[in-house]
């Protein structure tokens, strides 16, 4: 007699079910990888103009996304504020971070049958301990509206050759502290202080006029579309943009991955400076500690 394991059954159903969606919702291709499985479950094409309707005919681009789908319960029970941490090991971190494919990290809820979906790269990747984690956000289901977001890294690749190559971690550091020290010094003159007297408070402030910079480059969107798009109170996300409370980091990346995909969507050209994820993790780890804040003073200081 031959034995079916549940595991395998939840394995085929998260991949049938990925297929499905990324065929109804978004209307691209989906292509199993059946074979030589080390890493990589499918590859999804974009389709632009997508319909489902016996009159209507997408177009295939040509642009592609290397699909990692991981199924059942067990996936879920590392719950964090706003999703979940997804560990994985060095040898797949090193496999996705030199594909020659974006790669994305799918995520098969076979009770809700819902999937949740995040990009892999140096923005999303956690170090945790000798292997990193993946923070998936409820907010990231796969649906019909998570197209152009989903598509991005795909698109971007296509139309410029290769992958945008991102800013190294020294210029994002030093991008990061530039940046937070020039809003302090004009909160800070502005308060009849000196940067070297900034406090805690200060910091905090000046953070929060980053991300309002932010939030009208990107056109201004409504307070409630942010909340809608990142899971997140409105009452919480004044205080954040206010200054009157500091988001913990994960917020800090939904909310900016918020306001990019509403920059998308509106058509309004970011700043690659704004774009440094890495710098605005770094920025916020300034304004949450004082050790940090002592550091990006004496910085200002010597004029570095």
Known sequence: MTIVPPTHLVDRAGVSRAAYLVSTQLGWLFREQETSDIGIDAHLEVVDDASLIPEGAGRGTGRLLAAQIKSGNSQFTSPADGGWWFYCDAKHIEYWVHHSLPVIVMLFNPTSEKIYWQHVNDSTLVPAGRNCKIFIPLVQELTRSCSDALSEPARRRADSGSLHERPTREFSVRQADHELANAIDLLATGMGKSLAEAEPRDFRLAFASQLRALH?????????????????????????????????????????????????????????HLLDVRAWERMWRVADRPGMQKIVKNKARKGS
Request: glycine residues 8%; proline residues 5%; aromatic residues 8%.
């Open 216 to 272: 009208r480059l990107v056109g201004t969107p409504k307070v409630e579309v942010l909340s809608a798009k990142t899971g997140y109170e409105e009452s919480k996300l004044i205080d954040y943009m206010s200054g009157k409370t500091l988001p913990g980091r994960v917020r800090v990346v939904t909310i900016i991955q918020a306001l990019f995909e509403c920059a998308h969507e509106r058509g309004f050209k970011v700043p690659d």
